[in-house]
C-alpha cells in the first residue's frame, strides 16, 4: 500500500490569496497585455475561488483531502482580515463595521491569525 495516500494535505495552491491580494485590475484591463492569456485570467472572486479548488482537486491525484473547510477559511480569512486592518489602519471598530462583525468576534480572529 502506498503511504503517500495517507499524507494530509495542508495548503491550498496560493493563486486564490494571489489573485485576490495581488491584482486589483480588472479581468478586461488584463485584455491588451501580451503577457497574459486572457482565458487564464479569473473575472471574479468566484471564479478564482473555482480554478483554486480545481487545481487543488487536480493536485491531490486522488487523495481525499481532510478538513477541506477549515483550510480553506483559514486560506482565505487570514488575507481578509490582514487587508481589512491595513485598509482601516489598524482601526478595529471601522474593521468589524466593514466586515460586519462584532468587535469581540473580529478581536478573536485577530489572535486566531497572530494579527492581534
Given at each position: 500500500m502506498n503511504n503517500d495516500i495517507k499524507k494530509p494535505v495542508h495548503s491550498l495552491p496560493n493563486s486564490l490569496i494571489a489573485q485576490a491580494r495581488n491584482d486589483s485590475t480588472p479581468a478586461n484591463?488584463?485584455?491588451?497585455?501580451?503577457?497574459?492569456?486572457?482565458?487564464?485570467?479569473?473575472?471574479s472572486l468566484k471564479q478564482s475561488v473555482e480554478q483554486s479548488l480545481t487545481q487543488y482537486f487536480d493536485e491531490l491525484d486522488g487523495q481525499q483531502p481532510n478538513a477541506l473547510y477549515d483550510l480553506f477559511m483559514q486560506q482565505v480569512e487570514a488575507p481578509l482580515f490582514e487587508c481589512v486592518m491595513e485598509h482601516t489602519q489598524d482601526n478595529q471598530s471601522k474593521a468589524a463595521a466593514l466586515l460586519g462583525?462584532?468587535?469581540?468576534?473580529?478581536?478573536?480572529?485577530?489572535?486566531?491569525?497572530?494579527?492581534?
Open positions: 484591463e488584463h485584455d491588451n497585455d501580451p503577457a497574459i492569456d486572457p482565458q487564464q485570467v479569473p473575472q462583525l462584532n468587535r469581540g468576534t473580529l478581536r478573536k480572529k485577530l489572535k486566531q491569525y497572530d494579527l492581534l
